[in-house]
């Protein structure tokens, strides 16, 4: 049938405000700085098959590894009515430890009658026993058990990296399940924080449930799945429209992370992007095997890196849905650092290895013709503080991503001090971090001159600066230490980034990955990478 293009429109806007809506609802009543603060979040919306409708514009390297944990979930759990299934296992669609997810289904209930018929309209019944959607959501947690506080640090497999979770029912009937909640808590540093991060999450479940209820009961579930669908294939076709307007052909590129945190070498991502026709074959054979560090993506990573790319090349507002990926085919060797087996541990995949895949990807799309920017930072700069705090005697565990330089664009300047590509977070507020941990902010500022030159500039990163207040375990998960952010058509590379350990009489840079014990009245300095400058530059006189 048919999509009527105002009711089109009017579905695409019910179906991501109900995920946006659970976004808000997650991130105003979440306790911890990283949730409620930097919103290191995401919330989607999917159909009675588990397919996604639309995905709230949080955080990109969700966005196709969110309907692999759907999967995984729906493959392990049968999910009745007040069941919701908690999951951060890497290996079953989820990205690493500290993302937790939680799915559940959307049954027939408040405005539907017998069947699940709307008590306004006359639509064709659905069986109550069976899900009319599925509504998921995910949360980067400051602390998910492990070796180091935060679960952030270097490991070489993933025991080493926290509590494992594979999709377990947290909700049954309506009632929280305590004995996993219990297990949960007891593998955590901050078991309140988790606690309360966990119940914002069921939360926020329930808030889009309520809503897509709202919606049945408004239009009836025949007409709310129908324009489900329909949005699913028009966004597949407006991606089909841009991969047409490339030039066909095959177009490889390679780029690489410093290093894996045990070997000094670098680590090479390699893709090659075949367009032709309306279709696309995104093809990462000759990349690097899997490392020992914890560098490596699992598949839904590197879907999730892909995907965000492709979308960024469609001009129009789309709902973030499957569609996107329907004329995409992507190709991870198993046992790569694009596609690990476990035991691989896997904490940087989600945040380091993905900004090098969107990097890789971007620069060999340049080739066919799109208009895409040169290389930003490329790196996260996760920084995790952890140890007891002195003014409550009780532990605490610190996260953050560090913003950086934004490469130049084809007609445009790069952005300073900007979150890039695979992460759209935030920088938690000085205040918020010296009232919640025992630090301070000294320093915060644009870093001049850290942005390549080019006829467009690319964008500076920043200088942050924090001072302990008490003695604690410091660990910098990072890249772009020795290699930098490309230029494009001629423009100079970004400026590499460096994390400095500053003591009352010493200062010591820390490698890309790095742990170490520090104490109160140490400083750690982050400068981070800028982007990419775009064209040669302008020479003296020219206009």
């Known amino acids: 049938m048919k999509a009527d293009p105002v009711k089109l429109e009017i579905f695409k806007s019910l179906y991501s405000s109900v ?6 609802s997650l991130r105003r009543s979440a306790f911890s700085p990283n949730i409620k603060e930097r919103r290191d979040y995401s919330c989607a919306v ?5 397919t996604l409708i639309a995905q709230g514009d949080h955080m990109p390297v969700h966005l196709g590894s969110m309907p692999m944990s759907v999967r995984a979930a729906l493959e392990t759990v049968k999910l009745g009515p007040g069941d919701i299934v908690v999951l951060n296992d890497p290996y079953a669609g989820g990205t690493h430890l500290p993302d937790v997810t939680m799915v559940a289904a959307v049954h027939g209930g408040q405005g539907l009658g017998a069947g699940g018929r709307s008590r306004k309209r006359n639509q064709s019944p659905i069986p109550n026993p069976h899900p009319l959607f599925y509504v998921a959501n995910r949360a980067h947690h400051a602390d998910i058990g492990g070796a180091t506080p935060g ?7 993933i025991y080493q990296e926290g509590l494992r979770i594979p ?11 305590d004995d996993v909640m219990r297990l949960i808590s007891a593998n955590v540093r901050i078991p309140d924080e988790r606690e309360g991060d966990l119940t914002a999450q069921l939360g926020a479940i329930a808030t889009g449930q309520q809503r897509l209820l709202e919606i049945v009961e408004r239009y009836g579930f025949k007409e709310a799945d129908l324009y489900a669908s329909h949005l699913i294939n028009y966004t597949g076709e407006m991606m089909r429209r841009v991969i047409r307007d490339l030039s066909d052909g095959v177009y490889e590129a390679e780029d690489f992370l410093d290093d894996d945190g045990y070997s000094d070498e670098p680590v090479r991502i390699a893709v090659r992007v075949g367009i032709r026709g309306d279709r696309a074959h995104v093809d990462f054979q000759g990349s690097a095997p899997q490392v020992r560090g914890p560098i490596n993506a699992v598949e839904a990573i590197t879907v999730s890196a892909v995907y965000y790319v492709f979308r960024c090349l469609i001009a129009s507002n789309v709902p973030a849905s499957w569609g996107i990926m329907q004329p995409i085919k992507v190709t991870a060797p198993s046992g790569s650092v694009v596609n690990a087996r476990p035991p691989a541990p896997v904490a940087g995949g989600n945040v380091e290895t993905s900004q090098r895949i969107v990097d890789t990807v971007l620069r060999a799309l340049s080739k066919a013709g799109a208009p895409v920017p040169a290389a930003s930072q490329g790196t996260m700069n996760n920084l995790t503080i952890g140890g007891t705090d002195r003014r409550t005697g009780k532990q605490f565990a610190y996260y953050e991503t560090v913003a950086g330089g934004m490469g130049a664009r084809p007609e445009l300047d790069g952005i300073d001090g900007i979150h890039t590509h695979m992460t759209n977070s935030l920088n938690t507020p000085a205040e918020a971090l010296e009232y919640a941990y025992p630090m301070r902010v000294r320093r915060y500022q644009i870093r001049p001159g850290s942005g390549g030159e080019g006829r467009f500039r690319g964008g500076d990163g920043v200088v942050r600066e924090i001072e302990l207040l008490t003695d604690a375990r410091v660990t910098i998960l990072s890249d772009r230490r020795t290699t930098r952010p490309y230029g494009l058509n001629g423009g100079e ?3 590499p980034g ?3 350990l500053i003591s009352p009489n010493t200062e010591r840079v820390l ?3 790095d742990s170490t014990q520090a104490s109160a009245g140490d400083r750690i300095r982050i400068e981070t990478p800028g982007g990419g400058g775009w064209g040669h530059a302008k020479l003296q006189g020219e206009n």
């Open 19 to 24: 995920a946006e809506e659970m976004g808000l």
């Open 46 to 50: 999917f159909n009675r098959q588990g």
């Open 151 to 157: 679960s952030m640090g270097r490991a070489d497999e």
């Open 167 to 177: 999709p377990v029912r947290l909700m049954i009937g309506g009632k929280v399940n």
């Open 493 to 495: 590379p970004g400026s």
């Open 498 to 500: 460096r994390t400095l």
């Open 511 to 513: 490698t890309s990955k």
